[in-house]
């Protein structure tokens, strides 16, 4: 049942049989239909969450300047991936952050209670939550740089190179909100051979 949450956490680094087992008893399993919002902004995120299979995203809500919002996507999460909103999650403070499925997904998570109590008594779950989070934040950093040095064409050819997947697989308003650039220019690419 959660053979994929502990293959990924051995592929992080080798768990000994007594972590693998602590971390099986604090797992929880969802199966969530497509559109459900697991996070609402200025709710606390407490749950380390991975995808068995589905494709989730995190957004936040930004003012357009005339009094109206509009959602502007930061990540996303398919099978094999960890997520949660960091700064809420960390902090323990009203998220900005939202998080949705889109599609339906089968879900594993870990409260952030057991989480860090596994942290704080063993030694080998610490190792592997830092070796999670140094991922995210590679992740993260690699988007950052795109967004900053890069055209609107190239962050496109970009994210379609490292995440061919995702990119035939996310809604292009996604897409397009997540890199910044209008939702024509990728519905063009998109429709290239």
Known sequence: MYYEFISSL???LPVEDQTRILFQQRLKIVKVPKGKVLLSDGEICDKLWYV???LVR???FAADGQGNFRDVTDWFASEGD???AADSFVKQLPSREC???LESSILIYISRTELYELYGNHPEAC???RIIAE????????LLRDMR???APEKLESFRARSRELFNRVPQKYIASYLGISENYVSKLKSRP
Do not use: N
Not at 135 to 142: A, I, P, S
């Open 82 to 84: 960890f997520f949660h």
């Open 99 to 101: 998080i949705e499925t």
């Open 149 to 151: 040095t890069l055209s």
């Open 58 to 60: 995190g957004y936040h």
């Open 127 to 129: 190792c592997i939550g």
């Open 135 to 142: 991922r995210l934040l590679l992740t993260h950093q690699e």
């Open 10 to 12: 051995s592929e992080i």
């Open 52 to 54: 068995q299979s589905g």
